[in-house]
């Protein structure tokens, strides 16, 4: 299994403050073996490229995400590090990878009840800068309805970054000037990033990640 660095302790035992964990599903948790629910408040999801599960993630539990571009890999979440679960332990849990990334998912909704957004600019021209380095910032474009008290205010929709893992950003597409510039941003920094995720721009509508297509 493949293990990253984190520049700051993930969601399991982060600097942040996280509700208790408690299982969605008691009678399904019950019915997990003892080495899952030992684990089962750490699992979260983390977003990568696919190029990374056909290649050095090979083995790695992972579920489509936006056509062929993205997937969301599942890891197990540790002190300054986190370690990708792969398909094998997946199998000796039992448990699908669907009801493992709605576990995760839960554990990212918990330990983000408190992460704050900045603001750059003044609107229509504000860019929304989500930037914990906990290791998760990307994943966070899964939970956007977590979110709404932030981006529910944006006019028009919202346009979405997710160039490395400690980076999710957003504007108003009512803006194209600030959407092309913000395209180049993203693609400038996916270049450069340690950890990178996507040069693309996205979209959430009708509960799906779409791409956006930007006019440069």
Request: charged share 25%.
């Amino acid at each position: 299994m493949n293990r990253h660095g984190s520049a700051a302790r993930g969601c399991g035992g982060g600097p942040r403050r996280a509700r208790p964990w408690l299982p969605g599903n008691l009678m399904a948790y019950l019915r997990w073996p003892v080495a899952l629910r030992h684990v089962a408040c750490r699992i979260l999801p983390q977003v990568v490229p696919a190029s990374f599960c056909e290649a050095g993630g090979a083995g790695v539990v992972s579920l489509p995400l936006v056509a062929d571009d993205l997937r969301v890999a599942l890891v197990l979440d540790e002190p300054h590090r986190y370690t990708y679960i792969s398909q094998a332990t997946a199998r000796h849990w039992g448990v699908a990878p669907e009801a493992l990334l709605d576990l995760a998912l839960a554990n990212l909704r918990r330990c983000s009840c408190d992460v704050e957004w900045k603001r750059i600019g003044r609107p229509p021209r504000t860019t929304y800068l989500c930037e914990t380095f906990d290791g998760y910032d990307a994943s966070r474009i899964l939970i956007l309805d977590a979110f709404r008290p932030v981006l529910g205010g944006v006019p028009g929709e919202v346009v979405l970054g997710i160039p490395h893992r400690d980076c999710l950003v957003a504007v108003s597409d009512q803006d194209p000037d600030l959407v092309a510039e913000l395209q180049r941003t993203v693609a400038a920094d996916f270049a450069q990033a340690r950890y990178p995720v996507s040069p693309r721009l996205f979209r959430f509508r009708d509960g799906r990640l779409l791409l956006a297509e930007v006019d440069q």
